[in-house]
Nanobody
Framework: QLQLVESGGGLVQPGGSLRLSCEAS????????IGWFRQAPGKEREAVAC????????YYPDSVKGRFTISRDNAKNTVYLQMNSLEPEDTAVYYC???????????????????WGQGTQVTVSS
């Protein structure tokens, strides 16, 4: 059974950091494009980072560029999202997703991703 499990969310003060993890079971993440998405109440799901398969190109929207970093640890079959300088606007449920059709370039459209985790809550508040 193909499964993605996110962890690492929580409550953090503005300016703080969190590292989210996305661990896969049943398949090897290095052969998939991986995206991190977030969804805040009343808002659409948006991509905050993605990475092409193996060690492909990374993408970040302007809203998180310079603050978020996506990375892979193939030995652990895990993809990480390091989030620094967090802002209250970053509060959302964060999801990781896997795209089996990804090449070197990753995609930011949620519809490109076949497999999704259950999400982890990130709350940035003082």
């Amino acid at each position: 059974q193909l499964q993605l499990v996110e962890s690492g969310g929580g409550l953090v003060q503005p300016g703080g950091s969190l590292r989210l993890s996305c661990e896969a079971s049943g398949f090897s993440l290095e052969h998939y494009g991986i995206g991190w998405f977030r969804q805040a109440p009343g808002k659409e799901r948006e991509a905050v980072a993605c990475i092409g398969k193996q060690d492909g190109r990374r993408y970040y929207p302007d809203s998180v560029k310079g603050r978020f970093t996506i990375s892979r640890d193939n030995a652990k079959n895990t993809v990480y999202l390091q989030m620094n300088s967090l802002e209250p606007e970053d509060t959302a449920v964060y999801y990781c997703a896997a795209d089996p059709d990804s090449g070197y370039v990753c995609w930011t459209a949620a519809g490109s991703y076949n497999y999704w985790g259950q999400g982890t809550q990130v709350t940035v508040s003082s």
